[in-house]
C-alpha cells in the first residue's frame, strides 16, 4: 500500500506565529515615544516607519535591537499553538521568513523552541539591512517557492509576499493585520486546513 503524502504548511514567522510588531510598537516604542497618538491596531502599513515619522533605517534598528534583546521572550501566538496541538500532525510543516540575518539564528531558535515539535524546515531570504553583505540568493520570497520548495498553502500577513506566492501558483491566505485589513481571520486559514485535512483523509481511503 502506498502512502499518501502529506500536506505541506508554509508559515510565516513574525506576526504570523508571534505578534512581534504589537510587542515592539507597545513595549518598546510607545514608553519611548509618549507623544506618539498611535494605537497598534491604528498601523495600517508595515514598516510602520512614515506613520511614526521615522527614516526608514530607524525604525528598523530600533526593531532590530528589540529583537536581539526580548525575542526569544515572545510568546507564541496561542490560538495557533492549540492548532497545532490538535491538528499540526495531519501536515508537514516549515517556516517561510525575510527576517535579517542579524537575527536569524534567533528567529530559528524561537521556532524551534514553541513549534519544534512539528516544523520541518526554516528558509530564509534576508531582508536588507545597511552595510550588510550576503550573497543575492534568495533575494525574496519568490525565489525560495522557485528554488526550493513548493508548498501546498502558504500564510503571510504581508500582501506583497502572498503575491509572490500566487505568482508561482502556490495557495496562499493573507492574514488579517493593521496593515493587510483585506485578509482573511484565523477562522478562514483553520478552515482551509481543514479542507486540506479532509482530501487527505479521503485520499487514504481509496489507496
Not at 514608553?31 to 506613520?51: F, I, M, S
Not at 499540526?88 to 534567533?106: C, D, E, K, M, Y
Not at 521556532?111 to 550573497?135: D, K, N, T, Y
Amino acid at each position: 500500500m502506498s502512502q499518501v503524502r502529506l500536506p505541506l504548511i508554509a508559515w510565516d514567522v513574525d506576526d504570523v506565529m508571534n505578534d512581534l510588531l504589537r510587542r515592539w510598537f507597545e513595549d518598546r516604542w510607545l514608553p519611548t515615544h509618549p507623544e506618539c497618538g498611535l494605537k497598534y491596531e491604528e498601523l495600517v502599513e508595515n514598516p510602520p516607519h512614515n506613520q511614526l515619522g521615522v527614516p526608514l533605517d530607524d525604525y528598523l534598528q530600533s526593531l532590530d535591537e528589540y529583537r536581539m534583546g526580548k525575542y526569544l521572550a515572545l510568546e507564541p501566538n496561542p490560538i495557533l499553538l492549540k492548532w497545532f496541538e490538535t491538528n499540526g500532525a495531519a501536515f508537514r510543516h516549515i517556516v517561510v521568513t525575510a527576517v535579517p540575518l542579524l537575527t536569524a539564528s534567533l528567529s530559528a531558535k524561537w521556532v524551534f523552541q514553541h513549534f519544534g515539535q512539528w516544523i520541518r524546515g526554516f528558509f530564509l531570504a534576508p531582508s536588507p539591512r545597511a552595510e550588510v553583505l550576503f550573497p543575492g540568493y534568495p533575494a525574496n520570497k519568490r525565489d525560495i517557492f522557485e528554488t526550493w520548495i513548493q508548498p501546498d498553502l502558504f500564510i503571510d500577513d504581508s500582501a506583497s509576499n502572498v503575491q509572490q506566492a500566487r505568482g508561482c501558483h502556490i495557495e496562499s491566505i493573507l492574514l488579517k493585520k493593521p496593515w493587510s485589513a483585506s485578509g482573511d481571520g484565523w477562522d478562514v486559514v483553520f478552515e482551509k486546513l481543514g479542507r486540506l485535512k479532509e482530501i487527505r483523509l479521503n485520499a487514504d481511503e481509496t489507496v
